[in-house]
């Protein structure tokens, strides 16, 4: 009985211990990308300047956009997909790229004739986005197949690829197209090793697709998209906007320190996500206790956070902050860690609807702060929008509350 029970206990360790080790390698591969972003930021501003890094951060927020709209919800729309009809991985994924695909003819037609670029960096956008759309559209079976070993490999293998060849070429050599071309090096190098790991998932290839005979996954992912496409636009309203009003020496200092003060966010997020599920399960009175627990260590970890930034920005960049940026940034922490969960309790409720709209007026509101804001009080303006954009977004997810509690 003793001998069945250790190994009972043994079994169960072991299953923790697999599961602990899958939720940091996830956790991890998704920091990652921040994570590169300060080296990345670090080796140009040295390298280069930071007005440099400025005009990179311009391009790229517009191709993320880009990106996130052709990516269309694909990832959470998927999942679902698969756990519904595991047989069927291949035809789903191909039928949801396939429509998706047909988003980028609209989106190259609008860069080329819309933005005052040359045709070889509008080149070079276009490919970075469309290896982008082609690699993020793998992410959905790193996730269904727990790939999260082979995706943090992957990622790691090409930023140092990346830095690499950044470092082969001189400054005065080195240019925003160059760069580009470097990132579209990486992201097709990205491309054809997740093609090879999953090669078995979605081949063989449909050959007898028939776009009118198929389901539209574009009208069946809409509600996942627009939540994703919202929550983007409410979260980097501000930097979209300092690109309108500051220099590109500000906007890269600006965009330095809002990646730093993202990233714990980023961590909790992808932290808490494997749990996500017991949210559909346990009685709200224990989410209760969960969401005050998050609060607690969210008010209390923020404040070394951002001694640690302080460093990074003083040490590393020698940047020179006033004091109340570090001040706001505290303060722009904290509500993240109190609304996350009760954004999953919509969820659980099938009410989307509401977090579209409490995303959607909150980004109108973070857009009228920030062309008031930032005009006169610049970067210090641009937090503080973020800030109140922040601290809004929690009171109407509390209010949300009477909704749930209606429903317990």
């Given at each position: ?121 509008v ?14 559209s ?35 050599k ?68 300092s ?8 906007v ?8 730093l ?15 996500i599920?017991?949210i559909?399960?346990?009685?709200i ?67 989307q ?13 973070g ?24 601290w ?9 509350n ?7």
């Open positions: 009985m003793i001998s069945r029970y250790k190994k009972h206990n043994f079994f169960t360790i072991k299953k923790i211990q697999k599961r602990g080790i899958g939720v940091i390698l996830y956790a991890f591969s998704n920091l990652s990308n921040p994570l590169f972003n300060i080296i990345l930021s670090t080796i140009l501003i040295k390298k280069i300047s930071i007005s440099f890094w400025g005009e990179y951060v311009a391009i790229l927020l517009l191709a993320n956009l880009f990106i996130i709209i052709l990516g269309w919800g694909n990832k959470e729309f998927l999942l679902r997909e698969f756990s519904r009809n595991p047989s069927k991985i291949n035809i789903n994924w191909q039928t949801n790229l396939i429509q998706r695909f047909l988003l980028c003819f609209i989106l190259i037609i609008f860069l080329y004739f819309f933005f005052d670029y040359s045709r070889q960096r080149l070079l956008i276009v490919l970075f986005i469309l290896s982008s759309f082609l690699y993020k793998f992410e959905v079976l790193v996730l269904f197949k727990k790939a999260f070993l082979f995706s943090t490999i992957l990622e790691i293998t090409g930023y140092i690829f990346l830095i690499g060849m950044i470092t082969l070429f001189s400054s005065e080195f240019s925003i197209d160059l760069l580009l071309l470097l990132m579209v090096t990486m992201m097709i190098f990205k491309c054809m090793g997740t093609l090879w790991y999953f090669r078995f998932d979605i081949f063989p290839l449909k050959y007898s697709y028939n776009f009118f005979s198929s389901r539209n996954t574009l009208l069946l992912a809409l509600p996942f998209f627009l939540p994703s496409l919202v929550g983007l636009i409410q979260a980097k309203i501000d930097l979209y906007c690109i309108y009003f500051l220099s590109k020496y500000q890269g200092e600006y965009q330095v320190y809002m990646n003060l993202s990233i714990p966010h980023v961590a909790a997020t992808y932290i808490i996500m494997p749990f599920k017991n559909y399960r346990l009685p009175e224990s989410i209760n206790k969960i969401i005050t627990r998050l609060s607690q260590i969210g008010i209390i970890c923020s404040l070394p956070v951002i001694l640690i930034i302080y460093i990074i920005i003083h040490k590393y960049y020698q940047f020179s902050f006033s004091i109340w940026m570090y001040v706001l940034g505290y303060l722009q922490l904290i509500p993240f860690f109190i609304y996350i969960f009760k954004i999953h309790l919509l969820f659980r409720f099938d009410q609807k509401i977090i579209i709209w409490i995303t959607l007026i909150t980004a109108l509101f857009f009228i702060i920030s062309i008031l804001f930032i005009p006169y009080w610049k970067i210090e303006g641009a937090i503080s929008a973020n800030l109140l954009t922040q809004l977004t929690l009171l109407f997810f509390v209010y949300s009477r909704y749930i509690k209606s429903h317990e």
